[in-house]
């Protein structure tokens, strides 16, 4: 069945500029689906209440400036580790059960600005701290496509609902994989961005040289759309950029013929062969299209979990360290296991007599690794890798045991280290049905390239329409 | 540096107090043994050689990024505000446990 959420943001938002559906039929129909599936998923933390959201939605119907707003009346969510002022946010974390707060993150304030409807806040890994979304107080988040698998993290929430059909788009935080991890378990698409591109104000710090703010949608196309409104410079954030933001929609349309994709050999050694025939099976379908894709080698990549399972843990214990229960929260006695295991692994790291072994030793191969591939993409658009070597797991399977955990951020985690953008997609099915992603990476903001590449290739495939079993009826 | 010694319960509960992190005795024992595999799988890194090669701490390649010493409005709490996330407050303040101890 076809519903309006199925259909592009951009064709949404002409509709509703001409008057031709209401944002409310919109918000209507995602509270409607909401109401008849959930907590099926579980993605949601809060769900802001269906009367404030028609309210506002009625609000942006009654608007005679409609062709000024860029999101009119569009639906979204937030993965819950987004400040959004009077709506309760948890980081899924007991820690902050209660806390309402006082001011909003420059993306929630951008998004509002643009006329977008918040919906909820969605269901994470606590504090961004996982890869499955077991990790939080609020209970697992469960995977659209087979609901008795994780929805993965440590968005998995947001990841959850774009695939539902539950909003528009989502805007998530990927501090290691946490936006692309889930977009390629649940069959959609997300843009981790250049570190800086977006403002990171009002966000809930996980580990702050690594986290990036960015959004997931149905495609590519729409993931542009959104970026355009969130990207630049924001005054709040030191580490924002000044670069300007370009028309990403705009350049969808350019060709890729010619654009130069490398595939590291050493991303396909011991990869689970279903994933890496529907890998091989893109790379032939982008081919088709132009480019012109080269094996490549590409090293460093065993080095990639060790560097981030250092710098992300310091980082968070140095982070984490302001949650004491005074000003705001509760105590630190709340933290979970998976959360407890990080700060110390940390705190470790970071100890007099240890600080030269890890963190300085990190901060150095971090050099390396950016040379590495810097390298690369000066001579190759993108590098085409997978996102995850693992398909959904089942619960238990990651939180119980830490180094499985550690290496579903394989692909993932080393891409934060280094600032890069990278677009995951949907690449394609196992024969059990579970979706499977691709990433596309790209030299420091590269966005608009890899945008447009991934709309090319979602022109030419149609992976990214398939709905989970549930919605075909 | 070579290969770490092993991680102990001692360890952890130091590194638990350095973290301000109540533990129990039996998450002391699960957080051993995990610290421990990590921290080892980590240690991996130390096989790659980085002499003489300098750190990066951050990719922005910015670098003092400064703002005019004026005070925002549009960003000032009122004290209600400020105060309303807070689980102990008394007369408009916040309360926190003494620090000082009486002789």
Sequence with gaps: ?473 | MSSTKPITKTDIAHIAKLANLPITEKQTEALTSQVGVTVEYVSKLQSLPTDGVEETSQVTGLENVFREDAIDTTRMFTQEEALANAKRTHNGYFVVDAVLEEK
Excluded at chain 1, 50 to 72: C, F, M, Q, Y
Excluded at chain 1, 256 to 270: D, L, R
Excluded at chain 1, 329 to 344: A, P, Q, V
Excluded at chain 1, 413 to 425: E, K
């Design chain 1, 1 to 473: 069945m076809s519903t309006l959420i199925d259909l592009p943001i951009a064709e949404l938002i002409k509709k509703i500029r001409k008057k031709e559906i209401l944002s409310v039929d919109l918000i209507t129909e995602a509270y409607d689906r909401i109401e008849a599936t959930e907590p099926s998923t579980n993605a949601f933390i809060t769900i802001v209440d269906r009367d404030t959201a028609l309210e506002n939605a009625t609000a942006i119907d009654a608007r005679s400036d409609l062709a000024s707003l860029k999101l009119p009346g569009i639906p979204y969510v937030m993965k819950d580790a987004y400040l959004t002022r009077g709506v309760r946010t948890t980081a899924a974390s007991k820690i902050l059960d209660d806390f309402v707060p006082p001011y909003s993150a420059t993306v929630h304030k951008r998004l509002k600005d643009a006329g977008a409807i918040l919906i909820g806040k969605m269901n994470m890994d606590a504090w961004g701290h996982g890869a499955s979304t077991e990790n939080t107080d609020y209970g697992p988040a469960m995977n659209p496509w087979d609901l008795t698998r994780s929805a993965g993290g440590s968005g998995g929430g947001p990841a959850a609902a774009i695939a539902m059909r539950y909003a528009s788009f989502g805007i998530g935080e990927d501090t290691g994989g946490s936006i692309r991890n889930p977009a390629a378990w649940n069959n959609i698409t997300a843009m981790k961005v250049t570190y800086g591109r977006v403002s990171r104000y009002g966000a809930i710090a996980y580990a702050s040289s690594l986290d990036t703010m960015g959004p997931t949608a149905k495609t590519s196309e729409d993931c542009a759309l959104v970026l355009e409104v969130i990207a630049g410079h924001d005054p709040y954030d030191a580490t924002s950029s000044a670069e300007p933001v370009p028309q990403y929609f705009d350049a969808l349309g350019s060709s890729i013929k010619g654009k130069k994709i490398a595939v590291p050999t050493e991303f396909f050694t011991g990869l689970d062969p279903q994933i890496d025939a529907l890998i091989r099976a893109a790379r032939i379908t982008l081919e088709s299209l132009g480019a012109i894709v080269t094996d490549v080698s590409l090293p460093m990549l065993e080095y990639g979990v060790p560097m981030y399972y250092i710098l992300a843990p310091s980082e968070t214990s140095s982070n984490l360290s302001r949650y004491d229960g005074i000003r705001f929260g509760s105590g630190r006695d709340l933290f979970t296991n998976e959360s407890k295991r990080r700060i110390m692994t940390g705190t470790y790291a970071l100890s007099s007599g240890y600080y030269d072994a890890y963190y300085k030793k990190a901060q150095r191969a971090r050099t390396l690794l950016r040379d590495a591939y810097t390298k690369t993409l000066t001579e190759f658009d993108a590098i085409l890798s997978p996102v995850t070597p693992m398909m959904p797991t089942k619960p238990g399977v990651l939180l119980d045991d830490p180094v499985r955990n550690m290496m579903a951020d394989l692909y993932t985690g080393l891409i934060n280290i280094i600032g890069l953008p990278s677009l995951a997609i949907p690449c394609g099915f196992t024969k059990d049905n579970l979706p499977v992603g691709m990433q596309l990476i790209g030299g420091m903001f590269s966005e608009s390239k890899l945008f447009a590449i991934g709309h090319a290739y979602q022109q030419a495939t149609s992976w990214h329409t398939n709905k989970p079993p549930t919605l075909k009826e």
